[in-house]
Structure formats: structure tokens, C-alpha cells
């Protein structure tokens, strides 16, 4: 398991100290959580000075949008990566920051299946993803993973796999579909 | 288009995998916005595929990046005056005075008498618009801890996803951001000499809209919606 349920009641309580705009808490939680979500962020953009903005951009809203998390919206952790997710993604559209899959291609599609932690260490919700992942094509679960971790639009994915445009839309859609299916309750 | 299952469906999962883009991702913003069942399931997908960012090897930023977040927030200024370090000479005067009467705001300045701190008080005025009856802030200078106070009284919050942001206009060269002003109760900032040293000879702040966060360019990008003159006590 990544984070204990004591991180995350951690990070629970500095985010209601934030959102009460508590700057020292503030603090706390960057250095909490930035080495995750900065390793998250360059991973995405493969470009530290957009990976760094970034960061930068994601605990400026972080700040100003704690009071509107909440529960539904995951635990505090994977709220925070999503913001930051998010706005690394803009930049790089915004930047128009062409990517490939390089030669990491295969290694993250390893990672979704055994990835360097133990399996008896996963939580039940990593373990469930990893089997749903498994049980989609190969090239459906290229694609998804492509796209999560280095941001590939559905044309650089084209490029990537060598395959048309309508064939890769496809496979994706396909696949997040059956992920649908398999991660439901 | 309508907002059938089908689509919800596909288009939450391709929202938060990143491959919706452009026009689409807009449209789809907008339904998020209208439709809690749209969040939900949005929030669904972050949180299955959220658990493939936790397989991400932790990096250390570097420092850089948090002090630009503290000046950016709170304005606190990291050794070396990196504050002016991004500012651009794109700026110009012609279009700030255009925009501002395009606004087609009153420009009218009160004078404010704090009770307790006149003595400190060096300049002060207030930020109003012509169709309220009270200001929207009033403005104080104190001069011994070089803060600007800002009491919102008549100010309406910024529309969704914006911000406001204060400057000082400084007689010559570019404006001078002081930080996204929040709306409702009193909010103080800090001067740095130059600031000061700028706010003094000017007598000048300016508020324009920005997207949230303030301004990534460090001048003014969104509309000047308000420019006052401040009066000495």
C-alpha cells in the first residue's frame, strides 16, 4: 500500500488547516506531498521546466480550492495528483509539447502489472486495477497506458503504435469500457 | 449533443485519461459544471486511474518552485528579487488607459479615516464602481510595516475560475502585481521598497481579472476592470 491510512489523515488535517488558509500547514503539505506529484508531473510532461510550472500552478489552486474538496472526490492524495494532472496536461497542450512513447514504452506497461512494490503491499484498489488492466488486449491497455503517464493525444498515439487514427480511438474507448465493467462494483 | 449515458460514460473516462482535448474537453468542462452525475462518474475514473500515479517514482522539485508559490500567494520575497526577474517589456500604457475607460467605470476616490491609525496612515482611497452605492474596497497604506490593507465592503466575488489581481501603476514602465486580492474581509500585503517607493510616487492601484492564481505572465493579461488614485492623509 502506497500511503497508510495515517498519511492520509495527515494530509486530511492539513487540508482542512488550508482550507481555513493556514499558510504554515500550507507548507507542511507541500513538502508532504511534492516529491510525489512532482515525479507524477515530469513523468507526464518529460520536460522539467513545464513539469516545475506545473507543480507550481497545481498548489496555487490546491490553496485556493481545499474548501471544495471533499470525500467523494477520492482520498486527499489522488485529489491533489488529479489538479496537477490536470494542469500538466494543459501546459503541455498548451505548449504544444509533441510526445512520444520512446524506448520507457514497454517498461510502463510492466509497471501496471507488477510495478516495484510488493504485491502483498497493494492496496485492494491497485490489485483491482492491475487484474482489470490484464484482462484487456494488449493494445488496449498500451493505449490507456500511453496516454496516463505520458500524455498522448490519440494522434501521437497513432504515430506511436503505428496504426490509423479511427483504429486507436477505438481501442480506447473499447478498453475503458471493459475497464468500466471490470472495475464496477 | 446530448448528454446520453453512452456518452458520459466514454467521455468521463477520456477526460481524466487526458485524451479528450480541444473544443471537446471544453464542451465537456461545461457539463461537468451542469450535471452532478457527470462529476461523479469523473471522479470515479480519477480515482480508479489516480491509483497509476502512486507507481510514479517520487522527485524532489527544486526549491525554486515553492518560493514562487509563497510569492505568489503571500508575496513573500525570495533572497535575490526574483520577483521582477519574469516581468516582460510588453507592457504598454495605451492599451491599459483604452481598456480602462472601455470598463466605463467611475473612477472616484473618498477619503478614509481609520480610527486608530492615523498617524500611520500615508495614503489611502477607495476602488468604486458606477452603478454600486458603496465602494467595493477601501484602500489604507500604513507606513511603518509597509502594508497596503484592503477592506472589501461592496466587492462581488470573481466570476468561476478567475481571479482578481492588484497593481500598482507605476509612473514609468510596467505595472507591479501585488498578489490576487481575495473578496470579503480585510486583506493586508506587504510592500517591498520598490513597490512602495513605485505606490508612493504614482499614487496609482489597479485590479484587473485574471485567470485563477493570478497572472502567469507577471504583467496583466485579463481586462483592467478597476483603476484608482489614492490621496494622502
Redesign the interface.
Known amino acids: 500500500m502506497?500511503?497508510s491510512d495515517s498519511d492520509q489523515n495527515d494530509l486530511m488535517r492539513l487540508l482542512v488547516a488550508v482550507s481555513r488558509e493556514d499558510?504554515d500547514a500550507f507548507?507542511q503539505l507541500?513538502q508532504s506531498v511534492?516529491?510525489?506529484i512532482?515525479?507524477?508531473c515530469?513523468?507526464l510532461a518529460g520536460q522539467r521546466d513545464l513539469?516545475?510550472d506545473a507543480?507550481?500552478?497545481a498548489?496555487?489552486?490546491i490553496?485556493?480550492r481545499a474548501r471544495e474538496y471533499h470525500t467523494?472526490?477520492?482520498?486527499p492524495?489522488?485529489?491533489m495528483?488529479?489538479i496537477a494532472?490536470y494542469r500538466t496536461?494543459d501546459m503541455m497542450?498548451a505548449r504544444k509539447v509533441r510526445r512520444s512513447g520512446g524506448e520507457e514504452h514497454l517498461e510502463y506497461v510492466e509497471?501496471?502489472r507488477e510495478?516495484?512494490?510488493d504485491e502483498s503491499l497493494r492496496?485492494a484498489?491497485?490489485a483491482q486495477?492491475t487484474d482489470c488492466l490484464d484482462e484487456l488486449s494488449d493494445v488496449q491497455r498500451d493505449s490507456?497506458?500511453l496516454?496516463?503517464?505520458k500524455?498522448?493525444?490519440?494522434d501521437e498515439?497513432a504515430e506511436v503504435l503505428s496504426s490509423p487514427l479511427g483504429t486507436v480511438k477505438s481501442w480506447?474507448?473499447r478498453g475503458?469500457?471493459a475497464?468500466?465493467r471490470c472495475?464496477e462494483p | 449533443m446530448k448528454k446520453t449515458p453512452e456518452r458520459i460514460?466514454?467521455f468521463s473516462?477520456?477526460y481524466?485519461?487526458?485524451?479528450l482535448?480541444?473544443a471537446a474537453r471544453k464542451r465537456f468542462e461545461r457539463w461537468m459544471m451542469e450535471s452532478a452525475k457527470v462529476r461523479?462518474e469523473v471522479?470515479f475514473w480519477?480515482?480508479?486511474?489516480?491509483?497509476?500515479?502512486?507507481?510514479?517514482?517520487?522527485?524532489?522539485?527544486?526549491s525554486?518552485?515553492?518560493s514562487?508559490?509563497e510569492r505568489?500567494?503571500?508575496q513573500v520575497e525570495s533572497h535575490g528579487g526574483k520577483a521582477q526577474s519574469r516581468a516582460n517589456h510588453r507592457w504598454f500604457w495605451p492599451s491599459w488607459s483604452v481598456m480602462a475607460t472601455a470598463a466605463a467605470l467611475v473612477m472616484a476616490v473618498v477619503l478614509l479615516q481609520p480610527s486608530t491609525e492615523v498617524s500611520q496612515t500615508q495614503l489611502s482611497g477607495a476602488i468604486v464602481q458606477a452603478d454600486t452605492s458603496d465602494p467595493l474596497w477601501l484602500v489604507s497604506e500604513t507606513g511603518q510595516d509597509n502594508l497596503l490593507k484592503m477592506r472589501s465592503v461592496a466587492a462581488s466575488a470573481a466570476e468561476a475560475g478567475k481571479?482578481y489581481e492588484l497593481w500598482i501603476v507605476p509612473e514609468n514602465g510596467q505595472p507591479l502585481s501585488l498578489g490576487i486580492i481575495p473578496v470579503g474581509g480585510l486583506h493586508e500585503v506587504t510592500l517591498t521598497d520598490k513597490a512602495r517607493q513605485a505606490l508612493s510616487q504614482s499614487r496609482t492601484l489597479a485590479i484587473s481579472l485574471e485567470p485563477?492564481?493570478?497572472s502567469?505572465t507577471g504583467q496583466p493579461t485579463g481586462p483592467i476592470l478597476h483603476v484608482a488614485k489614492l490621496y494622502e492623509l
Open positions: 502506497s500511503q499558510h507548507q507541500y511534492s516529491s510525489r512532482f515525479g507524477m515530469l513523468k513539469a516545475e507543480l507550481q500552478e498548489f496555487i489552486q490553496w485556493h467523494d472526490r477520492g482520498l492524495l489522488g485529489w495528483m488529479s494532472r496536461l497542450r509497471d501496471g510495478g516495484p512494490l492496496s484498489g491497485e486495477l490507456i497506458l496516454s496516463y503517464y500524455g498522448l493525444t490519440h498515439l480506447i474507448r475503458l469500457m475497464l468500466k472495475l | 460514460e466514454i473516462a477520456e481524466v485519461l487526458g485524451t482535448h480541444g461523479e471522479w480519477e480515482q480508479k486511474l489516480g491509483l497509476l500515479s502512486l507507481e510514479v517514482q517520487e522527485v524532489t522539485p527544486p525554486s518552485v515553492w514562487s508559490i505568489r500567494l503571500w481571479d485563477l492564481g493570478g502567469k
